[in-house]
């Protein structure tokens, strides 16, 4: 395999409300993406109703359009996952959407989406007793491929999603909560991951480069989403330590190997504004 080098950070600060400002969910439902790296295509006042009918009362921002090849997603607290619209409405300023339900005066949103840039983890902050609760938080990757997981929420406390997020176009929250939830950036995660010959031998020799300040660590697994017989799910993978200590909580330029290649690695932070290359080579050839 040749050389592949793949790179975690610089991330942008951590800020508790880049996706999603503090907001109180009704009932099972979205929220607003509306934190301060969100936007949007068209944002008003609307309500829905069980019908799928969306009747706009007030115009904020663009023009509400559908019909495309691309359909937009509306979003707002309290709309139902995956409403689209598709056409409009029997009168004056409505439309119709492909989920239904009672939303009553609520600023909604189309085509919103948080533009993270350079992929990193996401916060949930609560403010109150909402543990058990669950966030459904849909986006894309590094790569711009869509990704998805379920979080737990905590009462008063911050949890962070498992993968990285570049973007953020859907938090779908389980039930009713009893405080606000906000949806913000970590300053931290992972790299791309990198994915090994199963057929070659080892070692693979691994480089990391440091720029700036950044503490990462290493971490390989065996498990593949891909798998044909056995696929787990990207935010199930079960990543373990390398068996190098000096590539955990490491913050220096440093070189290391495998003794045996793993299906994937990658190269995780946890603190600092800096950015770590990782440079992968897995010299062994596969043998006949």
């Given amino acids: 395999m040749r050389p592949v080098t793949v790179t975690a950070g610089p991330f942008s ?36 109703a069980a019908t799928g009918l969306l009747s706009v009362t007030g115009n904020t921002q663009g023009a509400v359009s559908v019909g495309s090849l691309s359909p937009l997603a509306l979003s707002g607290l309290g709309v139902p996952a ?12 409505s439309w119709w959407s492909t989920v239904g339900a009672v939303v009553a005066s609520e600023t909604m949103y189309l085509g919103a989406v948080a533009k993270i840039g350079v992929a990193q983890q996401i916060t949930f902050t609560t403010s109150s007793t909402d543990a058990g609760k669950t966030a459904t938080v849909y986006g894309t990757d590094w790569a ?16 962070n999603s498992v993968l990285s997020y570049a973007t953020v176009t859907q938090v779908v929250i389980s039930a009713a909560t009893t405080g606000t939830v906000s949806v913000g950036t970590a300053g ?14 080892g070692p693979v020799s691994l480089t990391f480069a440091v720029n700036g300040t950044i503490t990462y660590s290493l971490q390989q697994t065996d498990q593949d989403p891909s798998d044909p017989t056995n696929p787990v799910a990207p935010a199930a993978m079960v990543w373990l330590a390398s ?46």
């Fill in 82 to 93: 995956n409403a689209v619209l598709w056409g409009p409405g029997p009168v004056a300023n």
């Fill in 13 to 48: 600060a951590a800020v508790a409300t880049a996706v999603a400002l503090a907001q109180t969910a009704p009932g099972a439902g979205q929220l607003a993406i509306n934190g301060t790296l969100a936007a949007a295509q068209w944002i008003g006042t609307a309500s829905l």
């Fill in 243 to 288: 068996s190098d200590a000096t590539t955990q909580a490491a913050s220096t330029n440093i070189k290391s190997q495998f003794a045996q290649a793993p299906r994937f690695a990658r190269v995780i932070t946890t603190a600092g504004a800096g950015s770590v290359a990782m440079t992968v080579a897995q010299q062994g050839a596969v043998p006949y």
């Fill in 144 to 159: 711009g491929n869509p990704i998805s997981e379920t979080v737990t929420l905590a009462s008063t406390a911050t949890v």
């Fill in 188 to 201: 931290f995660g992972s790299s791309p991951w990198v994915r090994l010959d199963d057929f070659a031998p």
